[in-house]
């Protein structure tokens, strides 16, 4: 069952900061990060193996709630580099790889 | 990181005939390979598994005989599109596990198919 993601879209200004979430309703080991650009492959950002786990990545981080089978992307003082459609990746004990709708995001100057 | 190499990265054919897509891992070795179908404006769809030396997991609502997956060696996965009809026109995408503990998704390039 894939993943639910939120926003589908958004739309920033220059140094605008900006929340992906994305929620499943099973048991998750893992969530993974991806930013695909129009045409291009999807290309990873990171990955959260633990519940509670943290990480980031320049100005691009992210949390993961075991618990509540939650995670969230935050994009501060986003670039025009960010600009492109991430999806959250999650794991389950079968060891594959069910993606959300994606999050379209738009980096306006 | 790990390197995809995913052939050809397009393809016209018409209705009726039959199209090979190759997914290569370059500089690791994937006993699993995974086949993505996309739409425009949308997810990657996880259509099948690839195991390298027995049959593909498909996901459910694939059909087994239309999309024809062989992985043939620790590095080559292919994706046969048989009889092709302009539904399914799309961009297909593989990808294979790669990281310490296989936990990292590298993606091909892509093919975009368009079936006439």
């Known amino acids: 069952q894939q993943p639910v993601q939120s926003p589908q879209a958004v739309i920033l200004r220059e140094g605008e900061d900006a929340v992906i979430n994305c929620s499943s309703s099973k048991a998750l080991y893992s969530v993974h990060w991806y930013r695909q650009k129009h045409g291009e492959a999807p290309v990873f950002l990171m990955i959260l193996l633990k519940g509670g786990e943290q990480k980031g990545h320049e100005k691009i981080s992210a949390s993961f709630n075991e618990k509540k089978q939650q995670s969230s992307l935050y994009l501060t003082a986003s670039q025009l580099s960010y600009s492109g459609t991430y999806f959250c990746?999650?794991?389950?004990?079968?060891?594959?790889?069910?993606f959300g709708a994606g999050t379209r995001l738009t980096v306006k100057p | 990181g790990a390197v995809v190499s995913q052939h050809p990265s397009w393809v016209i054919c018409k209705s009726g005939t039959s199209v090979k897509i190759e997914c290569r891992s370059l500089d690791f070795q994937a006993t699993t390979m995974f086949w993505y179908r996309q739409f425009p404006k949308q997810s990657l769809m996880l259509m099948a598994t690839?195991?390298?030396?027995?049959?593909?997991?498909?996901e459910q609502g694939v059909e087994k005989d239309k999309f024809l997956i062989n992985h043939a060696s620790l590095t080559l996965s292919t994706l046969t599109v048989t009889s092709a009809h302009p539904e399914d026109s799309s961009f297909y995408i593989c990808?294979?596990?790669?990281?310490?503990?296989?936990?990292?998704?590298?993606f091909g390039s892509g093919t975009q198919l368009s079936v006439l």
């Open positions: 990808s294979a596990p790669s990281g310490i503990s296989n936990e990292k998704l590298f």
């Open positions: 690839s195991n390298e030396g027995s049959k593909a997991t498909y």
């Open positions: 990746g999650t794991g389950t004990d079968n060891n594959d790889m069910r």
